[in-house]
């Protein structure tokens, strides 16, 4: 069930694609929203196997502040914004808060845009192992693609290798996604070109069209400079 009023896949053969309108007719109050919000994620973050660690972010605490509103965030925020469901991938080195604002972003679409079980949420490590076990393989494919929302963590080299059964499931989810114009958020610490050819030119085409969104995140580790501080 979705905690928002405009839902957009409401098995309406003529109108399952609508999403709701950019500006909501009835908004809840802010501390309304919080609370609904606060006691249905919980379970959603356990069923996706969210990372613990980032559970408690909101995207519009994080926007919020300058201190939290990284160039990872604005771009997270303005994607949502904008309400097509298209492919976003947050690249950048280790530490420039991709996979938070990926949790943060997940959060706010699963809960207010998504019925339950129509999210995926993997990172790549975990993917490899369901593509890899016979016995989950198939049905981790098939999530991938009928999902709603979809969000991959961690899209890198050590995953996978040429011509290998992870790769070729991989480049099947993202062909099928764009084909459907389904909402995905990725992660990578590969620069674009490096990213390219390890997705393959099918994926990568699909990626420079019109359904993908690539942002370079710039800048060092914040983990670093935290720790620098003494923060």
């Known amino acids: 069930m979705r905690l928002a009023a405009g839902d957009h896949n409401s098995g309406c053969a003529k109108h399952a694609a609508l999403r709701p309108p950019k500006i909501d ?17 919980p379970r959603l973050a356990r069923r996706y196997n969210v990372p613990p660690r980032y559970r408690d972010l909101r995207l519009e605490e994080l926007m919020a502040t300058p201190a939290t509103a990284t160039p990872a965030v604005q771009a997270m925020s303005e994607f949502l914004e904008e309400g097509e469901p298209r492919c976003l991938t947050l690249a950048g080195p280790p530490g420039v808060t991709k996979t938070a604002t990926m949790v943060a972003g997940f959060r706010e679409e699963a809960c207010w845009a998504c019925e339950p079980d129509c999210a995926v949420w993997y990172s790549m490590p975990a993917l490899a192992r369901a593509l890899l076990d016979p016995d989950t393989s198939r049905a981790a494919v098939d999530a991938c693609i009928k999902a709603d929302l979809l969000a991959l963590d961690d899209v890198g080299l050590a995953y996978t290798k040429a011509g290998g059964w992870v790769e070729s499931a ?4 993202l062909v099928e996604r764009e084909a ?3 909402l995905t958020l990725m992660t990578t610490n590969l620069p674009l070109t490096a990213f390219e050819a390890h997705v393959g030119d099918r994926v990568a085409d699909r990626l420079r069209g019109p359904w993908g969104e690539w942002v370079a ?15």
């Not at 995140?217 to 923060?231: E, V």
């Open 25 to 41: 007719p009835w908004p809840m109050p802010p501390a309304e929203r919080r609370g609904a919000e606060g006691s249905y994620w």
């Open 170 to 173: 991989f480049e099947e989810i």
């Open 180 to 182: 459907n114009y389904s």
């Open 217 to 231: 995140l710039p800048g060092q580790s914040l983990r670093r400079k935290r720790r620098g501080t003494g923060a």
